[in-house]
């Protein structure tokens, strides 16, 4: 039988390597949704709860996004059902 300290590293490396595979679908989803040209005016934070956390580089982009958002929502739960919901918000964009 192993012991606890070789299992838990290995059940880690699992979760991380589960939740990279995640977040990879999941930006490619949104890849798949935003027109390139809006790609670089948007981060992805991750998702949270069921929500998808989306920064936004400023307010009036901000604004065109929520006026698209029941769309955008509804192609990306094509891909990716398990998101309910898109939060907007702005900030710092790398």
Known sequence: M???????????????RQRAGEQGALEQAWQDVLAKQG???VKLVGPRDGSLLVSVDSPA???HLRTR?????????????EIKD???????QK
Do not use: M, N
């Open 2 to 16: 192993d012991s606890i300290k070789d299992i838990i590293p290995q059940v880690v490396e699992k979760i991380i």
């Open 39 to 41: 790609l670089k005016h």
């Open 61 to 63: 982009r901000l604004y």
């Open 69 to 81: 958002k029941a769309a955008i929502l509804r192609q990306l739960r094509e891909k990716a059902p």
């Open 86 to 92: 898109i939060i907007f918000k702005v900030g710092e």
